[in-house]
């Protein structure tokens, strides 16, 4: 087994249909921030969260960023606070000691590759991608190719992108502290 398999069997892979019943849209940041404090419980609790657990940190998560005006139903999540974001909602879902976003960086295979090898996780703003357009969404690790495992908000599974399909944008380096 490689390194990428054994570590991903926590790692959450929730997706935007997944959540709101229709009342939420644009929600690919909440979604996202979702996966890491899932994956970050799971890994800690040695067990998958259930359902109804998910839906709660999902909505805990999109109430908090509605109240702190970090987003919104019509526009989805303001890249610029995301950083600030991120941290209220590691905080509010109790994970803080667990997940810490860090610096942010231009997507590029290298610097994702870079921060990956740190044992971090990355939180993507995508600019004007040809499938995803502007989006938000989680890289945890590479797999036996380099292909980057991506929590891409849109599929339940596992989505591979390389370096020619990862985008452009910024990213987040989400440390994971246990």
Known sequence: MNKASINNSFFSFHSTAEFGRGYYRNHCGPTA????????????????????????IFEKTASLGRRRLIYNRRYGTTDLFLWFYARAVFKNNGVSGLLHPAARHTISGKNARQILSKGSYILIELFGHPKYGWHQM?????????????????????????DNTIGRGLFLEIKHLS
């Open 138 to 162: 989680v890289i945890y690790d590479t797999d036996e190719n380099g292909r980057f495992i991506t929590a891409d908000g849109f599929s339940s599974e596992p989505v591979f992108l390389d």
């Open 33 to 56: 921030l979702t996966n890491l404090i899932v994956t970050a419980l799971q890994k800690q609790q040695g067990r998958k969260l259930p359902e109804e657990e998910i839906k709660e």
